[in-house]
């Protein structure tokens, strides 16, 4: 039924949770994953007043804090794969809004599927969906498997 599933990654435990739920679930389909982590965009700290210094350097640190972020969640998720003999890819970028990066990727890479943890790293109301995973529920169309642990 499914041939190519999106599962975005952010290292929050219930992330990791619905990746390991996400390799068994394709590994029954026979399908192929695309891992997806969104990077989050160099925001300058908001600071007033006379005499702020900003290190020159502190895009570039950031930049590269986030790329080995990025780099370590994905590998995490790929490892879960390669263990279960799952096909998989994984893509990352940096967007301000990881609901439409999730869109984005799952529609470049053709996925027929987005499987996420109901939850991410910003917080869990343990009855409510969050905010990222929402959003992608309301605004995607293709299916949305949202992943909680019980």
């Not at 068994?24 to 925001?43: G, M, N, R, S």
């Not at 996420?116 to 605004?139: C, P």
Request: a neutral charge; hydrophobic letters at 45%; one cysteine or more.
């Amino acid at each position: 039924m499914f041939k190519q599933i999106l599962v975005p990654v952010d290292g929050s435990e219930l992330s990791i949770a619905a990746v390991k739920r996400a390799v068994k679930f394709a590994k029954e389909a026979k399908a192929q994953i695309t891992f997806y982590h969104a990077q989050p965009a160099f925001v300058p700290p908001l600071l007033a007043g006379e005499g702020v210094i900003m290190d020159a350097g502190a895009q570039q640190m950031f930049a590269e804090s986030r790329e080995k972020e990025a780099k370590h969640l994905l590998k995490t998720a790929t490892d879960h794969a390669d263990a279960e003999g799952v096909k998989h890819n994984d893509v990352t970028d940096i967007h301000d809004a990881p609901w439409q990066g999730i869109i984005e990727a799952a529609k470049k890479n053709s996925c027929d599927l987005i499987f996420m943890s109901s939850h991410g790293r910003r917080g869990v109301a343990s009855l409510l969906l969050g905010s990222e995973t929402q959003k992608v529920l309301t605004h995607c169309k293709i299916p949305v498997l949202v992943f909680r642990e019980s």
